[in-house]
């Protein structure tokens, strides 16, 4: 994955949580069964996440896969 789109998708993660009204990565986590640790890094884009990490991820914020990547290029 290129930097660019591997930042593109983090920040979005990051953006997400924030609207949905997370301050914290911590909890959020914990609200969509991801470790902290592995979330954490998937919004600093220190992670490539799987399917299953993003389907954890969206299933929270009741978005589809086509939904997430549609503003991705």
Partial sequence: MTNYLHHKISGK???LRQAAGYK???KFAED???HK???YRLENGKYNP???TIGKVLDVHKMSLKEFFSDIE
Avoid: I, P
């Fill in 32 to 34: 969509c069964g991801s």
């Fill in 13 to 15: 993660f990051r953006k």
């Fill in 37 to 39: 640790c592995t979330y």
């Fill in 50 to 52: 799987t399917l299953k």
């Fill in 24 to 26: 914290s990565a911590d």
